[in-house]
């Protein structure tokens, strides 16, 4: 394959800027190891500029999928650990030990946990009792009596 004109190790550096710009615009998280691996075919012009053109493409052949595939599998890893952390809501005050600012009667009261008044659901107590929150339905919190 011959081109009209040289492919130098600035248009490789260039394309991996462009698609990293892209990547800002457009959706997906894809562009970013295209982009990659572009960098990294610049990089190998920079280290040995009279690689052919035919080695340039299957080097970046190569690398494209290579960082696409390390790039996903980043992503579910860092997916797994951090996915329990986001968007649970009232679930995180599971474990929460408090006192009733209400008794607890027809199964049903509040309790104070930091600044904020909670309603609680569950067994008949007297005002001040100690309790734990064992599980929540939308904002009732699920309380048992203090062991």
Same mark, same amino acid.
């Given at each position: 394959?011959?081109?009209?004109?040289?492919?130098?190790?600035?248009?490789?550096?260039?394309?991996?800027?462009?698609?990293?710009? $892209?990547?800002?615009?457009?959706? *997906?998280?894809?562009?970013?190891?295209?982009?990659?691996?572009?960098?990294?075919? *610049?990089?190998?012009?920079?280290?040995?500029?009279?690689?052919? $053109?035919?080695? &340039?493409?299957?080097?970046?052949?190569? $690398?494209? !999928?290579?960082?696409?595939?390390?790039?996903?599998?980043?992503? /579910?890893?860092?997916?797994?650990?951090?996915?329990?952390?986001? %968007?649970?809501?009232? #679930?995180?005050?599971?474990? &929460?030990?408090? /006192?009733?600012?209400?008794?607890?009667? %027809?199964?049903? *009261?509040?309790?104070? $946990?930091?600044?904020?008044?909670? !309603?609680?659901? #569950?067994?008949?107590? !007297? &005002?001040?009792? %100690? +309790?734990?929150?064992?599980?929540?339905?939308?904002?009732?919190?699920? +309380?048992?009596?203090?062991?």
């Amino acid at each position: 394959m011959t081109l009209p004109f040289a492919v130098e190790a600035w248009h490789w550096l260039a394309l991996g800027v462009a698609l990293a710009a $892209l990547e800002i615009v457009l959706p *997906g998280a894809v562009l970013i190891w295209f982009g990659a691996a572009a960098f990294c075919v *610049g990089g190998l012009l920079l280290l040995a500029p009279e690689t052919s $053109l035919g080695t &340039q493409l299957l080097a970046f052949a190569i $690398l494209a !999928p290579l960082w696409l595939g390390a790039g996903l599998w980043w992503r /579910k890893r860092g997916a797994a650990t951090s996915e329990a952390a986001v %968007n649970i809501g009232a #679930g995180r005050l599971i474990g &929460q030990r408090g /006192k009733l600012e209400t008794a607890l009667e %027809n199964g049903r *009261g509040e309790m104070r $946990l930091g600044d904020s008044i909670w !309603p609680v659901s #569950g067994p008949d107590l !007297p &005002q001040g009792s %100690n +309790v734990v929150v064992t599980a929540v339905d939308g904002a009732l919190l699920i +309380v048992s009596p203090e062991a």
